[in-house]
């Protein structure tokens, strides 16, 4: 058993080691990226793949991710199901990677195949003691010979073997995905009504234009669903600003509406309704708005923008990989409050494409800048040329709609602008 597979094997749980089979572990790999890796893993990668400046050994670090290493080793970073697959025997799952192992890059065959040289027998564990600490399996103590006739005999305890663990720590990530993890559950797509049907805010109090965080504010529900309070469960909105249309920019077609998110408030009371008496025995209904508490305020809050309930919490590791096949796009929009119009690394752009044209969370796109549109100087008929369009960088799709998708920026030469085409990596 190499030192990978029986480190794949033990799963850390409050201060106990359990060991777990390897097999029983679910990871979030398509079939196309085992089958990729299965067959990589027969005959290795081409020399002719590995990036120019491939390190012949590498010590994963703390922070790493297989993107980073995969572009450490491959041309193409979106390739990783082939690092992957470069020794499946030592590196049965990449998931399971951690900071302290040393890859090697071994190309004495004519194809490279990456090794893990950590790999080894490991000894069997010790037991532990109730301190946590390891401790030999007990043996009988035995009397040895003495070495001579007027020395006492001396005691001897034989040792079993035992191993020492070192945590790695924990195991690598496919991708960093810090960058978007607050952004998950802040931009919405939406259709037409949708938003026109949700709960929206009402009044301020002291007649306030702009809340923040801290302001009491109040909310109505449609007629046939009206803000009602959930006794003992707290009731979490997020807030939208008036939600802009998206089209195509090649059709025309409005591909959604995009809501502006620009703050989180708690239910404290519902809506209700109130009889008063005006006179002569008439009553007179009053209608009470529910009442919301705004708990975070990323941009200005207004009356009239739109409340909805807070989704419950999604986790998810990216795996990043090219579309199966030809794929294009366009960027139609740069997520932002402060309408930028040049988009940099580690920001996320909305794009024309989604579920309904096959995209998926994890599909890695690269990106095209424009060529320019300029005169031929240099001929007499000084005749218009368009320069030929230039791959600026990649991005992950990781969030999907129906018709749009949002994307995140993983690495550019140049700003990234509205319009910028889109395509499947080479």
């Given at each position: 058993?190499?030192?990978f597979?029986?480190?794949?094997s ?5 201060g ?21 890796a299965?067959k ?7 020399l002719?793949?590995?990036?120019a ?17 995969s ?9 990783w ?7 499946l ?21 004519g ?29 009988a103590p ?6 001579n006739?007027?020395?006492?005999p ?26 978007i ?9 939406v ?35 009206p803000?009602?309070d959930?006794?003992g ?23 959604g ?7 989180k408030?708690?239910?404290?009371r ?33 009356v009239?923008?739109r ?9 998810f ?11 294009e ?5 740069i997520?932002s ?19 309904r ?18 005169i031929?100087?240099?001929?007499p ?22 018709k749009?998708?949002y ?20």
């Amino acid at each position: 058993m190499t030192i990978f597979k029986f480190l794949s094997s033990i799963v850390a749980l409050s201060g106990c080691l359990i060991v777990l089979p390897v097999w029983g572990q679910k990871f979030p790999t398509t079939p196309e990226q085992i089958a990729t890796a299965q067959k990589v893993a027969q005959a290795g990668v081409p020399l002719s793949d590995l990036a120019a400046d491939a390190p012949d050994t590498y010590v994963v670090k703390r922070g790493d991710t297989l993107w980073a290493i995969s572009n450490i080793f491959l041309r193409s970073p979106w390739r990783w199901p082939e690092l992957w697959g470069m020794n499946l025997e030592e590196i049965s799952n990449p998931h399971l990677i951690y900071p302290g192992q040393i890859l090697v890059l071994d190309k004495t065959s004519g194809r490279a195949i990456l090794r893990n040289a950590n790999a080894g027998d490991t000894p069997a564990p010790a037991q532990a003691s109730s301190s946590g600490a390891e401790t030999p399996t007990p043996s009988a103590p035995t009397l040895s010979t003495p070495r001579n006739r007027d020395e006492p005999p001396m005691e001897t305890v034989r040792l079993s073997p035992r191993t020492r663990v070192e945590s790695f720590g924990a195991p690598l990530a496919t991708l960093n995905t810090s960058a978007i993890e607050a952004f998950l559950s802040e931009p919405l797509i939406v259709e037409e009504n949708e938003m026109a049907a949700a709960p929206r805010i009402v009044a301020a109090q002291e007649n306030r234009v702009m809340l923040t965080r801290g302001d009491r504010a109040y909310a109505r529900g449609p007629k046939d669903a009206p803000l009602l309070d959930n006794q003992g469960k707290l009731q979490l909105f997020r807030l939208f600003g008036i939600a802009k249309p998206i089209k195509d920019p090649l059709s025309n077609e409005v591909l959604g509406y995009e809501a502006q998110f620009t703050g989180k408030a708690s239910l404290v009371r519902s809506e209700m309704k109130e009889e008063t008496e005006v006179g002569s025995g008439k009553t007179k209904t009053n209608l009470i708005p529910a009442s919301i508490d705004i708990l975070e305020a990323k941009d200005e809050i207004q009356v009239g923008y739109r409340m909805l309930a807070e989704p419950e919490r999604q986790f998810f590791n990216y795996v990043p990989h090219a579309p199966n096949g030809p794929m294009e796009g366009r960027i139609v929009s740069i997520y932002s409050s402060s309408g930028l119009v040049n988009a940099s690394q580690n920001q996320v752009v909305l794009i024309n494409r989604g579920r309904r044209d096959g995209l998926e969370n994890g599909h890695v796109m690269a990106i095209l800048k424009n060529g320019e549109t300029l005169i031929d100087r240099t001929d007499p008929s000084r005749a218009l040329i368009k320069l030929p369009n230039e791959r600026n960088g990649l991005l992950m799709v990781f969030k999907t709609f129906e018709k749009l998708s949002y994307g995140l920026i993983l690495d550019i030469t140049d700003g990234v602008r509205v319009g910028d085409r889109l395509t499947a990596p080479q």
